[in-house]
């Protein structure tokens, strides 16, 4: 279908911007989204941008069904009218609200281990087979995802889960709520939203969410690569009081806005991708 063409599409275009978002959040030699670009460029040329893009690409359709699926069916339960009713009685905020958390508590679970090996291969910063120098510690995802079962255990691979959890639970509540509303807002009551409506509340909701899952992403990213060498953070809270020590607050926001810039067409089209499937099988 081709909404699952430009998903993926979205995906794959998305994918280097979310590289230097992880760069900039987890190391300490980029001044900024540009001198990270170029350095990326120079010395690992355009595939340094796809780094880990494999893993991504093969669980975005079982991630999105859990989110999606989760927060329809729980807003089925919570307000009892199936989606085509919605439009006449549209469910409150509130509900919303705790089906976009419930969809995002089961979703981290799900994400955690691919996020980490996406993470983990994202920032390795080795040029890809040049002879004469040391290879990367992984050689490619599966590689990755045994290496770290292998040297930290079947809990390595949730590395960071817990931060990953906090980050999307009351953040997809913020997401669902903010399409929503904007849907509302631009839509004649009891009509369906139209295309450009859809595409539009879907790019801000991707935007809003992300800005207030910033702080906790920058954690999570954080927590994702500690553990490689040796470990440097206690848990999730040593690692929020010594990355403000050393950085200051601004360290909350690191990445924000290339993500944002990621962020708007990816949920753009995931949203319409939505509406369509939910049309067709409603
Ligand atoms: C809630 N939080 C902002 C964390 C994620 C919301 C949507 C995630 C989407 N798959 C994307 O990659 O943008």
Redesign the pocket.
């Known amino acids: 279908h081709p909404l699952v063409t430009t998903g993926a599409l979205g995906?794959v275009l998305?994918h280097p911007f979310?590289t230097v978002k992880v760069r900039l959040q987890t190391q300490t030699t980029y001044r900024g989204i540009v001198d990270c670009m170029v350095k990326i460029y120079r010395h690992e040329s355009l595939l340094g941008f796809f780094k880990g893009m494999s893993f991504p690409i093969a669980s975005?359709a079982v991630?999105?069904s859990v989110?999606f699926g989760v927060y329809s069916n729980t807003l089925l339960v919570l307000t009892a009218t199936s989606h085509q009713e919605r439009r006449a009685q549209p469910p409150s905020y509130t509900h919303i609200f705790l089906a976009g958390c419930t969809g995002?508590f089961l979703q981290a679970y799900c994400l955690a281990p691919f996020d980490l090996i996406k993470v983990r291969l994202q920032n390795q910063t080795e040029p890809r087979a040049q002879p004469g120098s040391p290879p990367p510690r992984y050689q490619g995802p599966v590689h990755c995802a045994a290496s770290i079962f292998r040297e930290e255990g079947p809990r390595g691979l949730f590395r960071g889960a817990w931060a990953l959890t906090l980050?999307?639970t009351p953040?997809?509540g913020?997401?669902f709520i903010t399409y929503e509303g904007l849907c509302r807002q631009y839509t004649p009551e009891g009509q369906n939203p139209s295309s450009a409506t859809v595409l539009v509340a879907g790019g801000f909701?991707?935007i809003a969410?992300?800005v207030?899952?910033t702080p906790l992403?920058v954690i999570k990213s954080r927590m994702q690569m500690d553990g490689l060498r040796r470990r440097v953070y206690q848990g999730m809270l040593d690692c929020m009081v010594s990355s403000v020590r050393q950085e200051g607050l601004g360290v909350f926001f690191r990445g924000v806005t290339i993500?944002s810039a990621?962020?708007f067409p990816?949920?753009a089209v995931?949203f319409l991708s939505y509406e369509y499937l939910l049309r067709w099988w409603g």
């Open positions: 995906l998305g979310d975005i991630v999105n989110l995002g980050r999307d953040t997809v913020i997401y909701a991707g969410s992300w207030a899952a992403d993500n990621r962020a990816v949920n995931t």
